[in-house]
Nanobody
Framework: QLQLVESGGGLVQAGGSLELSCVAS????????MAWFRQAPGKERQFLAA???????????DYSDFVKGLFTISRDNAKNVVYLQMNNLQPEDTAVYYC??????????????????WGQGTQVTVSS
């Protein structure tokens, strides 16, 4: 079982950067795929990025096309933390950002219903 707590959200001007953190408590972090989603008001929850447990694997990360080159997901298995570095933020990035986890089965997943554990979310607001 995992409990996830996000932090690092806030208000930023367009073009700015933020780094979100998600701290996991539980013994299965090191065998879990971790992901970031976001949800804007009135919109569906949207996949951003995922990272597999073994960051030394040939392809450890998966990104939605619209965040490639802008957002970077990383993890520290010693600290049970996953990060999302977000650069060049724009007003359309305003949303609640969620951390999610599911046990790793060898393939990345992008649908919210495929994830078993969720954090409470952290608000990111980008002003123009």
């Amino acid at each position: 079982q995992l409990q996830l707590v996000e932090s690092g959200g806030g208000l930023v001007q367009a073009g700015g950067s933020l780094e979100l953190s998600c701290v996991a408590s539980g013994r299965t972090f090191n065998t879990s795929m971790m992901a970031w989603f976001r949800q804007a008001p009135g919109k569906e929850r949207q996949f951003l990025a995922a990272i597999c447990p073994d960051v030394s694997s040939p392809y450890p990360t998966d990104y939605s096309d619209f965040v490639k080159g802008l957002f970077t997901i990383s993890r520290d298995n010693a600290k049970n933390v996953v990060y999302l570095q977000m650069n060049n933020l724009q007003p359309e990035d305003t949303a609640v950002y969620y951390c999610a986890a599911v046990w790793w089965r060898g393939a990345f997943r992008r649908l919210p219903q495929e994830y078993f554990y969720w954090g409470q979310g952290t608000q990111v607001t980008v002003s123009s």
